[in-house]
C-alpha cells in the first residue's frame, strides 16, 4: 500500500488560490489513481477530484472551473490547484489512492492521508 501526506493547506480570502500537494511513498506510484476529498465540520466527506494512472481526470460540479488536478511521476507527488475559492470550500482536506482508475467513492480507496486544513474567510 502506498503513503500519502498532504501538505498546502492553510487561510485565504475569497477569491484566493492555494495549491496542496500529496507525496505518496512507493515505487509504483504511477500505477496508482489519486483522489482529493474534502470534510467540512457537521458534515460528511465528499468527493473533490481525482486523477488516474494514465491521467484521465474527474470533479465534482462544485469545483469544475475552479480547481486542477496534475500528477507528477518522477516526484510521487499529485496536485490540487484551486482557484477562486469560496467560504464554502473551508474543509480538511485528504488525499486518497488506490490502484490504476479514478472513482468518486471515498470506500474505493484504501490508503489515506491524515488532511490538511483549508479555510477561505469571507
Known amino acids: 500500500q502506498v503513503q500519502v501526506v498532504e501538505s498546502g493547506g492553510g487561510l485565504v480570502q475569497a477569491g484566493g488560490s492555494l495549491r496542496l500537494s500529496c507525496a505518496a511513498s512507493?515505487?509504483?506510484?504511477?500505477?496508482?489513481?489519486m483522489g482529493w476529498f474534502r470534510q467540512a465540520p457537521g458534515k460528511e466527506r465528499e468527493f473533490v477530484t481525482s486523477i488516474s494512472w494514465s491521467g484521465s481526470t474527474l470533479y465534482a460540479d462544485s469545483v469544475k472551473g475552479r480547481f486542477t488536478i496534475s500528477r507528477d511521476n518522477a516526484k510521487n507527488t499529485v496536485y490540487l490547484q484551486m482557484n477562486n475559492l469560496k467560504p464554502e470550500d473551508t474543509a480538511v482536506y485528504y488525499c486518497?489512492?488506490?490502484?490504476?482508475?479514478?472513482?468518486?467513492?471515498?470506500?474505493?480507496?484504501?490508503?489515506w492521508g491524515q488532511g490538511t486544513q483549508v479555510t477561505v474567510s469571507s
Open positions: 486518497a489512492a488506490r490502484m490504476m482508475h479514478s472513482a468518486a467513492l471515498a470506500s474505493e480507496y484504501g490508503s
Open positions: 512507493g515505487r509504483t506510484f504511477s500505477r496508482y489513481a
